[in-house]
């Protein structure tokens, strides 16, 4: 195996202890329960990861969180579609500020409109169509945020690209 897929797989551990460990720093916002910490580690694992591992990251850490009682299972569309998009555009673009519109379209708009069919079909819940798009959209902003603060500190340093290209870096017996 090669060094580098142990880092990604080691860091996509890290980061989905991460979200359940912090995923009590949470608030109610309308129907939805907001994860900050979640959209933020959607956009870390989008920047070093990948979209795949990204989305992995984020199914994972809905799974947990709902089997320790933690989360709903709204949190499965909310965290997967803006961890797609921001990392399919972080792919495509190269660039943090995609990455971070990504997650905050990716999680509201979208994850709101899945999570209006999860809510009305899965569980029989009446909701409005862009019931949850507004607090989906609370949620991701505060995570957004703050990797937006990290992820600029880490530019400026230098230590964004240093560490990325650590992770991604293979080395060959």
């Known amino acids: 195996m090669r060094i580098s897929k142990v880092k990604r797989?080691?860091?996509?551990a890290l980061l989905t202890a991460f979200a359940v460990v912090c995923s009590p720093l949470s608030f109610p916002?309308?129907?939805?329960?907001?994860?900050p910490v979640q959209h933020f580690v959607n956009i870390i694992s989008s920047i070093f990861?990948?979209?795949?591992?990204?989305?992995?990251?984020?199914?994972c850490t809905s799974l947990l969180r709902n089997l320790m009682g933690t989360g709903?299972?709204?949190?499965?569309?909310?965290?997967?579609?803006?961890?797609l998009l921001s990392g399919l555009l972080y792919k495509y673009k190269g660039k943090l500020i995609p990455?971070?519109?990504?997650?905050?379209?990716?999680?509201?708009v979208?994850?709101?409109?899945?999570?209006y069919l999860m809510a009305a079909f899965v569980m029989s819940k009446e909701a409005a169509v862009f019931g949850f798009?507004?607090?989906f959209f609370v949620s991701s902003a505060g995570g957004t945020v703050i990797a937006a603060a990290v992820t600029a500190s880490m530019k400026k340093?230098?230590?964004?690209?240093?560490?990325?290209?650590?992770i991604n870096r293979t080395n060959h017996d």
């Not at 979208?110 to 999570?115: K, M, Q, R």
């Open 29 to 35: 916002v309308g129907a939805s329960r907001c994860c």
């Open 133 to 135: 798009v507004i607090p």
């Open 9 to 12: 797989i080691t860091l996509a």
């Open 157 to 166: 340093t230098g230590l964004l690209y240093k560490l990325m290209g650590n």
């Open 110 to 115: 979208f994850g709101g409109l899945a999570a």
């Open 99 to 108: 990455a971070y519109i990504g997650e905050l379209i990716g999680t509201s």
């Open 72 to 83: 709903t299972l709204l949190a499965f569309p909310g965290s997967m579609c803006g961890a």
């Open 49 to 59: 990861l990948g979209p795949v591992y990204s989305v992995s990251i984020a199914f």
